[in-house]
């Protein structure tokens, strides 16, 4: 039952996280004699918001069976909801995972590392056009 609560929780942060402020982020990348412009889609803005392959149950399959408590987060009693930032680009990799909102640091590195070890993504789309979409997801972590 408390899984199913937890289950449900997630769903709804992960809903409200990827329906917030629709904008475009543009991020210009290159070495300063040329730049090329990047444009990143708030999940808002699409018409497809990527997804983990096999869904939010196979989200939570994957957090639940990738994440490893710190030792010293877990012998401190310490536990939280580590909130980070992605982008998901058309090809599906994951990059630019940022902390948005952390816990203590051995929690956030914690959260960074799941998310950089997760499968490619099913694409966003506008369209019928995969493009880079900017995600926030939250990683629990409870005692």
């Known amino acids: 039952m ?4 937890r289950t449900k929780l997630l769903l ?5 996280t990827f329906g917030a402020n629709a904008q475009i982020h543009r ?8 730049s090329n412009e990047l ?6 803005y699409v018409d497809i918001v990527p997804q983990f392959p096999g869904g939010e149950r196979a989200l939570m399959k994957f957090i639940n069976e990738t994440r490893v408590y710190p030792a010293e987060a877990y012998n401190n009693r310490i536990q939280g909801r580590v909130v980070c930032s992605f982008v998901v680009y058309p090809d599906g990799s994951i990059n630019g995972i940022s ?4 816990v203590e640091e051995t929690l956030d590195r914690e959260a960074v590392r799941i998310i950089s070890e997760m499968p490619r993504w ?3 789309c506008i369209g019928n056009e995969a493009v880079p979409v900017s995600c926030v997801l939250a990683i629990p972590f409870r005692l």
């Open 39 to 44: 444009t990143i889609y708030d999940s808002g």
């Open 2 to 5: 408390q899984l199913v609560n």
């Open 12 to 16: 709804i942060l992960l809903i409200c």
């Open 99 to 102: 902390v948005m909102k952390g």
């Open 27 to 34: 991020v210009y990348t290159g070495n300063g004699q040329q």
């Open 122 to 124: 099913i694409a966003g």
